[in-house]
């Protein structure tokens, strides 16, 4: 079954450095986001994109965030300098419209758990 | 912002069915309902959505009330395994719409 993989499934970073976070989404999938969930909070909604632009972003994506589909097959989140309250697991998303179940289904990835030192 | 409501736990015993209710009182005609859950800070995953009328997978089933004010998930025969923290969600059609978590409810499945 097609799976949204995120890589890498843990990284540790020194406050400052810039951190990638890597998605590779369901192959036909046409709409990508990003989601984070802080320790023992909820899962909070970043950004979506779609198109080749982000087409809705939360208050937490602030100019420290970004996003990229570099290819026809990657989408990466880019935290320019983090924060201590950055670390944080970070899931990719994606979706196809279905016309034949409604709506379209949103699948995420197993996570990138980012821990900021 | 939060459109649904649900207990904030509920314990099941192993081979019996769950039945994890949610309130959506406020929603809309083109909203449709959504049922997710994450096991152990996994990535969220998707269960079954529905708009009026029941639903089945080979997951579970979803009863959506006439009035569409409230909704049942049901796993059939729960195992231990489906221990996890279960969010129902409201979200309206249009494609690329995000999704809303809220706290969820959190089902302990006993042996």
């Known amino acids: 079954e097609p799976e949204v993989t995120q890589t890498p499934s843990h990284q540790v970073t020194q406050m400052g450095q810039e951190v990638i976070l890597r998605c590779v989404p369901i192959s036909n999938h046409l709409y990508f986001y990003w989601y984070r969930q802080i320790l023992g909070q909820k899962v909070e909604f970043l950004v979506s994109?779609?198109?080749?632009?982000?087409?809705?972003k939360s208050e937490i994506f602030d100019d420290q965030f970004s996003v990229e589909r570099p290819d026809g097959s990657n989408f990466t989140l880019k935290i320019r300098s983090t924060k201590l309250e950055d670390s944080a697991m970070y899931f990719c998303?994606?979706?196809?419209?279905?016309?034949?179940?409604?709506?379209?289904?949103?699948?995420f990835g197993e996570g990138s758990w980012l821990t900021v030192v | 912002d939060a459109k649904t409501t649900q207990p904030p736990s509920m314990d099941c015993a192993e081979g019996r069915a769950a039945n994890l209710p949610c309130n959506h009182s406020?929603?809309?005609?083109?909203?449709?309902v959504y049922w997710y859950r994450q096991i152990h800070s996994q990535g969220p995953q998707y269960i079954i959505h529905g708009l009026k009328n029941n639903e089945t997978n080979e997951m579970a089933s979803l009863i959506i009330t006439e009035d569409r004010k409230s909704s049942t998930l049901i796993l059939p025969h729960a195992t231990l395994r489906d221990t996890a923290v279960y969010y129902c969600i409201v979200r309206a059609m249009e494609y690329g719409n995000k999704l809303v978590f809220g706290a969820g409810t959190i089902l302990r499945v006993k042996s």
């Open positions: 994109f779609y198109n080749n632009e982000i087409s809705e």
């Open positions: 406020t929603i809309s005609g083109n909203e449709y």
């Open positions: 998303a994606s979706s196809v419209p279905s016309y034949l179940t409604g709506g379209n289904t949103i699948y």
